[in-house]
């Protein structure tokens, strides 16, 4: 079995800093792309950052400057630090990675639980 277990998540005033933490384990040939999402009250799901095995990255316009996601292909886990955050981001944070599974050709994407980041004053 897959698993995506996210850490990091918290209450922290606007101003403030957060690093979120996402640990792949389980039943794994390969990891491709990881990476956060987050959804608001009210909101869709949308893409925060992403990045590639390479190390490629990708951010939405609304964290560009503030957030940052790497990565450490050896320990299977990719991090996102949260910098300036504001209000607005607050939201349950996913990590999301497209990987093979052992005995699979196939990529697939999973999901991990969430997390809790709330910025409030």
């Known amino acids: 079995q897959v698993q995506l277990v996210e850490s990091g998540g918290g209450l922290v005033q606007p101003g403030g800093s957060l690093r979120l933490s996402c640990a792949a384990s389980?039943?794994?040939?390969?990891?491709?792309?990881m990476g956060w999402y987050r959804q608001a009250p009210g909101k869709e799901r949308e893409l925060v950052a992403a990045?590639?095995?390479?190390?490629?990255?990708n951010y939405a316009d609304s964290v560009k400057g503030r957030f940052t996601i790497s990565r450490d292909n050896a320990k299977n886990t990719v991090y996102l630090q949260m910098n300036s955050l504001k209000p607005e981001d607050t939201a349950v944070y996913y990590c999301?990675?497209?990987?093979?599974?052992?005995?699979?050709?196939?990529?697939?994407?999973?999901w991990g639980q969430g997390t809790q980041v709330t910025v409030s004053s």
């Open positions: 389980g039943s794994i040939f390969s990891i491709n792309a």
């Open positions: 990045i590639t095995s390479g190390g490629s990255t």
């Open positions: 999301n990675a497209g990987l093979r599974k052992l005995l699979s050709t196939q990529i697939n994407y999973y």
